[in-house]
């Protein structure tokens, strides 16, 4: 037994699925069906008064919590107030899923009200970005975004979503795991052994080694490890108090 | 000039990506170091200081392994040296009548035993949020690095509350970068966040002031603000509002913050408009040309006050 569901209902299925639990952000035309649906879901939603702050809560609640943020805006002014937001997060490399309302996909190019090209101005700020047109593609779409957004270095991923792929209806299907040709190996690289017993042999002929860490320690949840190396070694850190990697 | 950590002969990168805010002058980068980077992203590793051994790999997963391989060192004379360099320069500032942001980041440090998650906006007040909180979990701060963006505290700090409900959660932010989303008081007021935000208020864009002085003869191009009673705005936010002026009612304030629990409180503390940010290293020059230094300070009159608490041992090696 299959039944359908709107894109905009397979989209908050699929946040739950991911673990969301709060999302951030300000309705409009493109994506009221988006928020109807997540009104009528479990999730907190927390409106925002300006896209900017969305984007900037979606990220502190990303670094405080190391979990992926979630911000939503609509499509043309609502998109373009989330960019400084989503190149904050970019820079320092913060897992944030952006998802915006887009003008319906017949009339996309054709100025229509409210329309930015949003994929093309987000594009050098984000480490992906999906344009959703058929809801059927949906529940993949949002797999495949909290897994780029959380792994490898990481980093914002945009969800440009045209109103009727939220109303239009497909069945819904979670995908149980992701199959982006190429990107596991840039996400999760072997370990390079030879080289690893190379920087061990360094470390062991230095005599004035210092510790130069940072957010990366954090993003790889490494930070026990990192206090080991400088236990064992007794090499002492100018560790980026920064971010408190430790 | 003074022996510096930049004699090191080695430098271990992990997951770092050399900014330039850390290398200074890259050619003159640890110049004597040969130097390691693990990172996961390729494109990291050798785009801003070319290094000796280049490692692309995830931080957690190199690390296991080299922790099988290493073995201690004996870096006892390495140790004494650094110890020797930090009592001899530490980080400090001199005391002035007036109020100082220093002083004040330094209280609300102490009254929350380092352990709030504390973000900030873009200037000299992060800076010192970076030099006076002491920092004691990881997480904990919350700060736009890359891109430096003004007006990331507020909303940040809402998001960090709203991810953790249980943190103590703090914005220490600067006049003008508060006010470039300022407007988020409403999303916190109308959530009964108890989230603290404390306005280091020099009536300056500051950290561009400070430039000023320094490399355009004191001209000061647009960077004074115009005053504002963020207290009022405060409670135009239906949040509660503090302003402090002295030096001696800074504890008082900051405690009577921390037990307002169902609605965000606005601290506006009047700090010295003329103070500076040191050390710091100047544009395109490297780290043995920092200005600002202790012994400057030294030599510019006043005995310092205020020292780091020393860290014990462990803490050092822990890299706490
Ligand atoms: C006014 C101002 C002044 C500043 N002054 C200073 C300063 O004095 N000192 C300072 O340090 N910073 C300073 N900064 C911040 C600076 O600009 C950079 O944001 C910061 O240095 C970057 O720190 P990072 O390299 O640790 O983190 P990021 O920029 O987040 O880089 C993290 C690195 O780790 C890698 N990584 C991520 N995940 C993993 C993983 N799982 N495994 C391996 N690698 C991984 C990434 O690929 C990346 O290369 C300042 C910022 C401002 C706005
Ligand atoms: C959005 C944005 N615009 C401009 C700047 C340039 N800038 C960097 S620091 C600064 C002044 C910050 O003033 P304030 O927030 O009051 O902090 P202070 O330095 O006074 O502590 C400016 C204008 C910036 N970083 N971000
Ligand atoms: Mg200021």
């Known amino acids: ?246 | 000039m003074p022996e510096r950590p930049a004699s090191q002969d080695l430098l271990i990168g992990i997951g770092a990506r050399f900014d330039d805010r850390v290398t200074g002058k890259p050619d003159e980068f640890a110049k004597r170091a040969k130097k390691i980077h693990i990172d996961v992203d390729p494109s990291s590793i050798n785009k801003t200081v070319v290094v000796d051994y280049p490692i692309v790999g995830d931080v957690k997963r190199v690390l296991q392994e080299l922790n099988r391989l290493v073995k201690p060192l004996d870096t006892r004379e390495w140790l004494a040296t650094i110890e020797e360099m930090r009592r001899k320069y530490p980080l400090t500032y001199r005391e002035k009548k007036k109020l100082l942001p220093q002083f004040v980041i330094q209280q609300i440090s102490e009254v929350t035993k380092g352990t709030a998650v504390v973000a900030t906006g873009v200037g000299q007040h992060q800076m010192w949020v970076a030099q006076f909180y002491q920092f004691n979990t990881p997480r904990s701060i919350i700060t736009s690095g890359g891109l430096g963006t003004m007006g990331f505290g507020l909303p940040a700090a809402i998001g960090a509350q709203f991810g953790r409900p249980d943190a103590v959660v703090w914005d220490i932010d600067g006049d003008g970068s508060f006010q470039m989303t300022a407007q988020e008081l409403a999303t916190a007021a109308r959530h009964h966040l108890p989230i603290k935000v404390a306005i280091m208020n020099n009536q300056h864009h500051g950290m561009v002031r400070q430039w000023q002085d320094l490399f355009y003869e004191g001209r000061h191009a647009q960077s004074r603000l115009n005053p504002v009673d963020f207290v009022k705005l405060a409670e135009a936010y239906g949040c509660a509002g503090i302003r402090v002026e002295q030096k001696a009612d800074v504890r008082r304030a900051i405690e009577r913050a921390m037990s307002v629990h169902d609605r965000p409180t606005v601290l506006e503390f009047m700090v010295e408009e003329a103070e500076n940010c040191w050390p710091m290293i100047a544009p395109g020059k490297s780290h043995d040309q920092m200005l600002g230094t202790y012994e400057a300070l030294k030599q510019e009159g006043g005995i310092p006050q205020h020292r780091h608490a020393e860290p014990d041992e462990e803490a050092k090696l822990s890299l706490g």
Request: glycine share 10%.
């Open chain 1, 1 to 246: 037994m299959t039944t359908n569901m709107k894109g905009a209902h397979i989209l908050v299925e699929s946040l739950k699925r991911e673990g969301v639990e709060t999302v951030f952000g300000i309705p409009g035309g493109a994506n009221l069906p988006t928020f109807d649906a997540l009104h009528r879901s479990s999730l907190k939603v927390i409106l925002t008064v300006h896209e900017q702050g969305a984007a900037h809560m979606a990220d502190g609640y990303a670094r405080a919590t190391g979990k992926v943020g979630v911000c939503l805006a609509t499509s043309g002014p609502g998109a373009t107030n989330l960019v400084t937001g989503i190149a904050t997060a970019f820079m320092d490399s913060i897992p944030v899923v952006a998802i915006t309302g887009q003008v319906r996909t017949s009339v996309i190019g054709n100025d229509a009200f409210q329309e930015a090209d949003t994929i093309g101005i987000t594009r050098p700020v984000t480490k992906h970005s999906f344009l959703v047109k058929d809801p059927r593609e949906m529940a993949r779409v949002v797999k495949e975004a909290f897994y780029i957004a959380s792994t490898g270095r990481p980093g914002p991923v945009l969800i440009d979503l045209p109103v009727d792929a939220t109303v239009n209806e497909a069945e819904f299907v979670y995908p149980e795991r992701v199959n982006i040709r190429g990107y596991r190996l840039h996400a999760e690289p072997e370990i390079p052994r030879d080289a690893i017993r190379n920087v061990a042999e360094a470390i062991a002929r230095s005599r004035q080694p210092v510790i130069y860490a940072g957010a990366g320690v954090l993003h790889a949840g490494a930070s026990a490890e990192l206090a080991e190396l400088a236990r064992t070694t007794r090499i002492p850190g100018s560790p980026h108090r920064h971010r408190g990697a430790v």
